[in-house]
């Protein structure tokens, strides 16, 4: 039996930066996860992925990351995601350096 569509977001490293971003639903990209469109259409997510992949002059490995609805937007539901929106962890910069609280 196929297991039930879950929300997710369309994330991808912004290829001059390296910063991880998510598409947003004006198809611009943000830096920021609360920003990123949540997707619950499986066919809907597909679309998007295809139009991520589609920018090969903007993005480098663009997926799909599962992801569900939090208070102050989409919260990753995997450990990897929640690593990948803090930046690198060997010292403080980029996002790191930005938050207080990482």
């Known amino acids: 039996m196929p297991r039930d569509f879950t929300p997710k977001v369309v994330t991808a490293n912004h290829l001059l930066e390296g910063d991880v971003i998510y598409l947003a639903a004006?198809?611009?990209?943000?830096?920021?996860?609360?920003?990123?469109?949540?997707?619950?259409?499986?066919a809907d997510a597909q679309l998007?992925?295809?139009?991520?992949?589609?920018?090969p002059d903007v993005v480098v490995g663009a997926y799909l990351a599962d992801v569900t609805t939090g208070r102050d937007g989409p919260e990753p539901t995997h450990f990897r995601e929640d690593f990948r929106r803090t930046?690198?962890?060997?010292?403080?910069?980029?996002?790191?350096?930005?938050?207080?609280d990482v």
């Open 87 to 100: 930046g690198p962890s060997n010292y403080a910069h980029g996002k790191q350096e930005a938050r207080a």
């Open 26 to 42: 004006d198809d611009t990209w943000v830096r920021d996860l609360k920003d990123a469109e949540v997707l619950t259409d499986e």
């Open 48 to 55: 998007r992925l295809l139009h991520a992949e589609s920018q």
